[in-house]
T-cell receptor, first 113, second 111 residues
Framework: DGGITQSPKYLFRKEGQNVTLSCEQN?????MYWYRQDPGQGLRLIYY???????QKGDIAEGYSVSREKKESFPLTVTSAQKNPTAFYLC????????????FGPGTRLTVL | GESVGLHLPTLSVQEGDNSIINCAYS??????FIWYKQESGKGPQFIID?????DKRQGQRVTVLLNKTVKHLSLQIAATQPGDSAVYFC??????????FGPGTRLSVLP
């Protein structure tokens, strides 16, 4: 089955620690995205990648970093510089950047203790 | 489940009735619109889409209407079922430029 996987589903970290969220897709999509979702708000774009070894900041990139070394993988690191990291993080992919429908993973709930 | 959409507008409908969920979009030049369904604790799922050169598109039990004059999009769900309970949100797409999601509406199906 093709799809997007995110791991882990729930993640806890201590304040001041960096943490990396995994996102893998086997849909052969060129574009991948990371969103943050908070209660009562729509999805906010953190970073996106059009192709391997390329990525761009979204609307709320501060305190986050990404890499795109492989087409299938787009990990997101939440750094200690992110002031309010507790949120639900969603990874998505699409055939072309900002063009086709986006397919979403199941999400990772990050809680900072 | 996830605490997604604690303060979202809520639409409550009786099981078997039709539901209409509305979305106002901002950019009159948007090319493409999508409706997503998000169940508690899960990622959003594609429901239906519509290009800007269309007014209406039908799927299985769902219909999307696009009114470009007032920049309004609606999702109609026929014969609403308990499994339709979720948060629904629209997305507007400017090809190659941006992909903007609305805040969402929570649909609650009453038995």
């Amino acid at each position: 089955d093709g799809g997007i996987t995110q791991s882990p589903k729930y993640l806890f970290r201590k304040e001041g620690q960096n943490v990396t969220l995994s996102c893998e897709q086997n849909l052969n999509h060129d574009a991948m995205y990371w969103y943050r979702q908070d209660p009562g708000q729509g999805l906010r774009l953190i970073y996106y990648s059009q192709i391997v070894n390329d990525f761009q900041k979204g609307d709320i990139a501060e305190g986050y970093s990404v890499s795109r070394e492989k087409k299938e993988s787009f990990p997101l690191t939440v750094t200690s510089a992110q002031k309010n990291p507790t949120a639900f993080y969603l990874c998505a992919s699409s055939i072309r950047i900002l063009y086709n429908e986006q397919f979403f993973g199941p999400g990772t709930r990050l809680t900072v203790l | 489940g996830e605490s997604v959409g604690l303060h979202l507008p809520t639409l409550s409908v009786q099981e078997g009735d039709n539901s209409i969920i509305n979305c106002a979009y901002s950019n009159s030049a948007s090319d493409y619109f999508i409706w997503y369904k998000q169940e508690s604790g899960k990622g959003p799922q594609f429901i239906i889409d519509i290009r800007s050169n269309m007014d209406k598109r039908q799927g299985q039990r769902v219909t999307v209407l696009l009114n470009k004059t007032v920049k309004h999009l609606s999702l109609q769900i026929a014969a609403t079922q308990p499994g339709d309970s979720a948060v629904y949100f629209c997305a507007e797409v400017n090809y190659g430029q941006n992909f903007v999601f609305g805040p969402g509406t929570r649909l609650s199906v009453l038995p």
